[in-house]
């Protein structure tokens, strides 16, 4: 059994004390605004010369790219009660899209030939594109805004031997696939949280992919179901996807990612806390279709930046526990910059990505 107290060799270790890996997984949905209040919308790419003062939005559709009751999901239907709620939209009816870390509903973003189309993205399809080898990128699509951060958190059925974070990760570097553990699309933040695991824990990364059975599922709902069922013997997910089972005692929180305990799980310890030297935290924000004008790009940005400032998000973001991570124009573009180049490192370096 590994002593936790062990320093790492720097070169395994110094990739995983980096914040800056800020997973998604949650999960991530898509937002897609439909109806311009003008007369007729310019389509993708094309610039009629309006200002943007004169472009206004008066109905979304919210597309989650994942089945119901992940964090996407959930992302997507906040949106859009709060933008219907503030009185910001008339109507934003949520329709789920999943398949493949959210990829397949990047590929139905950069074929939307309405400028006025917003996808919900974040760390989860980040990693889902490196790992599926997508043709259609993040790069290629219009940055709007990130929104918001939120930990991750290590459970297992409330039945479960595994008592602590050292439990459950010997258990798996001791009898590999006979663990299985749950958790978002293949590639996205549960399943490098789990990768980085077991890499401070001494696996090799180029054994990780046969160390570890990572099942993935396309939304929080079904990863419950196979903690509940006892399918699997841990899960991963953002906090707000397993609360209320841990709140009912139905399953037991080991640990947070979060670099601090959080509000919602008061009592839960850090990784860091329980001897592992890894955070990471799960980002989400809205892209718009590659190639709109500048008007219609300055449009979205006011509705998302006007959802922001409202008094519904600011509750939204304390009743499900997510940070504030607002960002807009050029330093959402910078951080989305950095955030693909250091998950694409990190994916390679824990063994889930061939260099």
């Known amino acids: 059994m590994r002593s936790h107290s062990e320093p790492t060799p720097s070169a395994t270790r110094a990739p995983f004390r980096r914040t800056a890996v800020r997973a998604a997984l949650g999960g991530i949905g898509v937002l897609a605004v439909v109806g311009l209040a003008a007369c007729s919308a310019p389509a993708a790419g094309e610039d009629d010369g309006t200002d943007a003062a004169a472009v206004s939005l008066d109905a979304v559709q919210l597309i989650a790219p994942a089945d119901p009751g992940g964090g996407w999901d959930q992302t997507a239907r906040a949106i859009g009660q709060v933008l219907t709620d503030e009185g910001l939209v008339d109507s934003a009816p949520v329709e789920n899209i999943g398949g493949a870390g959210g990829t397949v509903g990047l590929a139905s973003l950069a074929n939307e030939k309405d400028p006025a189309t917003l996808m919900v993205t974040g760390l989860v399809m980040v990693g889902a594109v490196e790992t599926n080898a997508s043709a259609v990128r993040i790069e290629d699509m219009t940055p709007i805004a990130k929104l918001t951060e939120e930990a991750l958190v290590l459970v297992v059925p409330a039945s479960s031997p595994y008592k602590t974070t050292e439990d459950l990760v010997d258990a798996i570097v001791d009898q590999g696939a006979a663990i299985s553990v749950t958790g978002g699309s293949a590639g996205g933040a549960d399943h490098i949280l789990a990768g980085m695991l077991l890499t401070e824990a001494g696996v090799d990364p180029a054994d990780i992919p046969s160390t570890l059975n990572y099942i993935p599922n396309s939304g929080g709902g079904e990863a419950v179901t196979m903690l509940l069922g006892n399918t699997v013997q841990a899960g991963i997910s953002g906090v707000g996807e397993f609360v209320e089972q841990i709140e009912a005692g139905e399953l037991r929180a080991l640990a947070v990612s979060s670099p601090e305990p959080v509000e919602l799980l008061p009592d839960t310890p850090t990784l860091v806390d329980e001897g592992y030297d890894v955070t990471l935290t799960n980002w989400r ?44 124009g050029d330093d959402f573009q910078s951080f989305l910059d950095s955030d693909i180049a250091e998950v694409t490192e990190t994916l390679q370096t824990i063994g889930l990505v061939a260099r």
């Open 285 to 328: 924000g809205v892209l718009a279709p590659g190639g709109i004008s500048d008007a219609d790009a300055a449009a979205l940005t006011s509705l998302v930046t006007d959802l922001h400032d409202s008094k519904g998000w600011q509750a939204t973001l304390e009743e499900k526990g997510w940070a504030d991570a607002f960002l807009t």
